[in-house]
């Protein structure tokens, strides 16, 4: 007859292997889901509009040299008439123009003269257009002969700025079509892995980039058409 400790012990062995078993079970299901709540993907979108410019900046300096302080003073000041009246015939307001800074330099007062100086004195003014009809300065830049023809003389010109100001109204909607991209791409690499795609886990916005409309060479402010870009980066689930 058997001894029954062995078979308590034995049915006790029994009990501890099938709930270790079960246990692994459990424990493997538990690593196995964990894995799939780990998936994600990473992907980018991009927006970009096309715009035009609602502020344009033209500053126009000019100046003039001599040995008699007054007399190239006094030049300067015709000058500074002829370019206000110009602009007023073009249809500029007078809040509109504006007078940048006077510069007046001495020749004999600089720390390393030049022999033989043409002049003294040289006194540059610049006079500052800024105003919201980007299309009048537009005209305006091909008008600009006739001031060489009354005399006076553009210095260190070079051309207006056109701005675009209004990127806070319009920046909600570039990111939501920037946040849908985003979407339609990450929903592209759910179909391939053969899953379902779950919600963000985070997002980030990338800056917000004003470039030239036409890509040229010339920097983004000379141009009158503007080209907005956002790309914004956005991790989802995968489920």
Not at 169 to 177: K, N, V
């Amino acid at each position: 007859m058997a001894d029954p400790r062995i078979v308590s012990a034995g049915v006790a062995g029994l009990l501890l292997a099938a709930g270790v078993a079960i246990a692994g079970g459990f424990i493997g299901k538990g690593v196995e889901n964990a894995r799939v709540g780990d998936r994600a993907v990473t992907v980018r979108g991009l927006s970009e509009r096309v715009v035009k410019a609602d502020l344009a900046v033209l500053p126009l300096k000019f100046a003039a040299a001599g040995d008699d302080l007054q007399a190239v003073q006094a030049s300067v000041d015709t000058a500074t008439g002829t370019v206000r009246r110009f602009l007023a015939a073009q249809g500029y307001q007078a809040s509109e123009i504006d007078l940048g800074r006077l510069e007046v330099t001495d020749q004999y007062a600089r720390e390393y003269q030049q022999q033989n100086v043409a002049a003294r004195y040289r006194v540059a003014q610049t006079v500052i257009v800024r105003t919201t009809n980007v299309d009048r300065v537009q005209a305006t830049t091909r008008q600009l002969d006739q001031l060489v023809r009354q005399g006076v003389v553009l210095q260190d010109y070079t051309g207006p700025s056109y701005l675009f100001t209004k990127l806070n109204e319009i920046r909600p909607a570039m990111i939501a079509e920037a946040t849908a991209s985003a979407r339609t791409g990450a929903q592209q690499f759910a179909k391939d892995a053969g899953t379902n795609l779950g919600s963000i886990r985070s997002a980030t916005q990338g800056s917000f980039e004003i470039l030239g409309r036409d890509d040229i060479g010339y920097e983004a402010n000379s141009q009158v058409f503007k080209k907005l870009r956002v790309v914004t980066t956005v991790s989802y689930q995968l489920r």
